[in-house]
T-cell receptor, first 113, second 116 residues
């Protein structure tokens, strides 16, 4: 019930293309769904996040789409750039589970020039 | 640059050594975390401190000993580690220990630990 399944494991996209990473969760009590971006040698950084009462959140080229009934959420990166090449982790947490976040296994994105 | 500062950036230690990792944040956050991250894997929670008290220990071996001297500082004391403990150790903080939209996690850049 605590799992978050992330796909694909790796993704190669041409510059200017759309990158899409998907996550599925089981626990309907989750109420916070962040995406983290991690560059080699750095810690994860919060990229964008959504609450379950919203179906879409957009920040610049990054959009989260959230489907509560399907228990799925996805990250879309529009106009992908080589600088977006990084590992992306989805995560989920619930307010009552103090301090604990459940992470997906990560997606390594490579954007080719 | 991250607002959570970790030192040192790299650490090599033998199995009989004692060393400490340090973490500092000045965002006024009252929850601080230690995570362990192996290559190509997500972060794994080790410890959570809330208001300077240990609130979560994820069954971490006693060779890892956390300490929270004050609300801005977090230490991880290491003793008699094994080579399999080699990993990136990440510190994080959040406004409260309820990780949420209004209290997101802020990670440091980690300490790359190698145990020889």
């Amino acid at each position: 019930q605590q799992q978050v399944k992330q796909s694909p494991q790796s993704l190669i996209v041409q510059k200017g293309g759309i990158s899409i990473i998907n996550c599925a969760y089981e626990n309907t009590a989750f109420d916070y769904f962040p995406w983290y971006q991690q560059f080699p040698g750095k810690g994860p950084a919060l990229l964008i996040a959504i609450r379950p009462d919203v179906s879409e959140k957009k920040e610049g080229r990054f959009t989260i789409s959230f489907n509560k009934s399907a228990k799925q959420f996805s990250l879309h990166i529009m106009d992908s750039q080589p600088g977006d090449s990084a590992t992306y982790f989805c995560a989920a947490s619930r307010d009552t589970n103090a301090g604990k976040s459940t992470f997906g296994d990560g997606t390594t994105l490579t954007v080719k020039p | 640059d991250t607002e959570v500062t970790q030192t040192p950036k790299h650490l090599v230690m033998g199995m009989t050594n004692k060393k400490s990792l340090k973490c500092e944040q000045h965002m006024g956050h009252r929850a601080m975390y230690w995570y362990k991250q192996k290559a190509k894997k997500p972060p794994e929670l080790m410890f959570v401190y809330s208001y300077e008290k240990l609130s979560i220990n994820e069954s971490v071996p006693s060779r890892f000993s956390p300490e929270c001297p004050n609300s801005s500082l977090l230490n991880l004391h290491l003793h008699a580690l094994q080579p399999e403990d080699s990993a990136l150790y990440l510190c994080a903080s959040s406004h409260s220990n309820r990780v949420s939209y209004n209290s997101p996690l802020h990670f440091g850049n980690g300490t790359r630990l190698t145990v020889t």
